[in-house]
């Protein structure tokens, strides 16, 4: 793969990293009530949907246990929505952004080459 793919790749495992750390034992309404955890996160929920936006078909499909349909309507919802559509929000705290991370953690370990940076 590319310079550019694993860079992709590594941008999409931080977002997911710092989605779970700013949202660790974090129950809906402390989140949806805290300015600054919901910022937060959502900058790093966009980093997440828009990358994997980026992400070329021929990754995806060596990738494909990842939820990309998932992410790609999470993505148009954010920018609809203005990201505060409270259960596609939640759904992709609780859900996507941790499958998306442990799918991730798991292709590392399988394909490094994939995240590689180097040429």
């Not at 550019?4 to 949202?23: C, D, K, Q, R």
């Not at 798991?106 to 394909?111: E, L, P, Q, S, W």
């Amino acid at each position: 793969m590319t310079l550019l793919s694993g860079a992709l790749l590594g941008f999409m495992e931080e977002a997911g990293v710092a989605i779970l750390t700013l949202t660790e034992a974090v129950e809906p309404e402390e989140f949806f009530s805290s300015r600054l955890t919901q910022h937060e996160v959502m900058r790093h929920m966009r980093v997440l949907v828009e990358t994997a936006a980026s992400v070329p078909d021929e990754l995806k499909h060596k990738l494909i246990d990842i939820d990309w349909a998932g992410l790609a309507v999470l993505c148009a919802k954010l920018k609809l929505e203005g990201g505060f559509e409270r259960d596609a929000v939640w759904f992709g705290v609780r859900s996507l952004a941790p499958a998306t991370l442990m799918w991730l953690r798991f292709y590392r370990k399988d394909a490094p080459e994939l995240f590689s940076l180097t040429p």
